[in-house]
Nanobody, 124 residues
Framework: QVQLVESGGGLVQAGGSLRLSCAAS????????MGWFRQAPGKEREFVAA????????YYADSVKGRFTISRDNAKNTVYLQMNSLKPEDTAVYYC?????????????????WGQGTQVTVSS
């Protein structure tokens, strides 16, 4: 079992930056692939970014490529999402997810474990 807790969300003006963190419990964190997803009001949850267990491979949605960076610190059991040049359309609840690589079709999912989410609001 893995428990995930997101933090770092908030209100920011367009063009600003935020860094989300996802702290994971469990000794198996370093062997899990990690992903970030988001869900805006009235929309389906969508993939944002993911990182392999080693941190060597990353994958991004086209909508955030060049603006967001995913990283991980296995010593701290934490994955990060650095979000720069934020736009109002980035407003959503952001969720962290984890899964053993063997359970994934690819880095976009499907993921087994989910956090509760953290709200990101970008004002224009």
């Amino acid at each position: 079992q893995v428990q995930l807790v997101e933090s770092g969300g908030g209100l920011v003006q367009a063009g600003g930056s935020l860094r989300l963190s996802c702290a994971a419990s469990g000794r198996t964190f370093s062997s899990y692939a990690m992903g970030w997803f988001r869900q805006a009001p009235g929309k389906e949850r969508e993939f944002v970014a993911a990182i392999s267990w080693s941190g060597i491979t990353t994958y991004y949605a086209d909508s955030v490529k060049g603006r967001f960076t995913i990283s991980r610190d296995n010593a701290k059991n934490t994955v990060y999402l650095q979000m720069n040049s934020l736009k109002p359309e980035d407003t959503a609840v952001y969720y962290c997810a984890a899964s053993p690589p063997s359970r994934l079709r690819d880095l976009r999912g499907p993921y087994d474990y989910w956090g509760q989410g953290t709200q990101v609001t970008v004002s224009s």
